[in-house]
């Protein structure tokens, strides 16, 4: 049975810090793993997708990277902003399964 | 480009009571997935909805039970609710051959 870990769940840093979010899963089969944001009350909003073919993806300040045979993706945010405070959730879509098993997610605050 | 809509925003229900959410998927999308979302949780998926028919189910009881309409729309209906359905609903939208999920505003459900 696949299961999504985060580490940790909650983090608070100075703005213009670089950080990295943890997310690790036990069944290595996935097909694709995304990590999304979601703000307080809200839906959820995509930020990247990796395939279980590629290593990692980057939009913008956001870096995600993916090693499938250890079980683990990080996700690299630079120079952080306030703006970027809110809970962050990493999903995985197993090879035989069409749904995303999600983490508890990382709550990230900015402090100014 | 409109996103993925879901209605109503909030609802208020006594347990006993039945409910019926809404979806629209993002335009293009052919596919429709449902999940629940406690407080402080990683949502868990319920159901996914593709040409009409269930596709896959989660872990969730026969009191909770959907329907795809010929324009990918989709309802999630659930059956005489307990305190432990109070929870934010959320629709994803997808192509079924891509599988990369987004995800609408979200149902708040509050069950009295």
């Known amino acids: 049975k696949q299961e999504v870990t985060q580490i940790p769940a909650a983090l608070s840093v100075p703005e213009g810090e670089n950080l990295v979010l943890n997310c690790s899963f036990t069944d290595s089969a996935i097909y694709n793993l995304q990590w999304f944001r979601q703000d307080p009350g809200k839906g959820l909003t995509s930020l990247l997708l990796i395939q279980s073919s590629q290593r990692e993806q980057t939009s913008g300040r956001l870096n995600a990277s993916l090693d499938k045979s250890s079980g683990r993706s990080t996700l690299y945010i630079a120079a952080s902003q306030p703006g970027d405070s809110a809970t962050y959730l990493c999903a995985v879509n197993t090879d035989s399964s069409y749904k995303l098993i999600f983490g508890s997610g990382t709550r990230l605050l900015v402090r100014p | 480009d409109a996103g993925v809509t879901q209605s109503p925003t909030h609802l208020i229900k006594t347990r006993g009571q039945q409910v019926t959410l809404r979806c629209s998927p993002k335009?293009?999308?052919?596919?429709v997935s449902w999940y629940q979302q406690a407080l402080g949780q990683g949502p868990q998926f319920i159901f996914q909805y593709y040409e009409e028919e269930e596709r896959q189910r989660g872990n969730f009881p026969d009191r909770f039970s959907g329907h795809q309409f010929p324009n990918y729309s989709s309802e999630l209906n659930v059956n005489a609710l307990w305190l432990g359905d109070s929870a934010l609903y959320l629709c994803a939208s997808s192509l079924a051959q891509y599988n990369e999920q987004f995800f609408g505003p979200g149902t708040r459900l509050t069950v009295l």
């Open positions: 335009s293009g999308h052919d596919t």
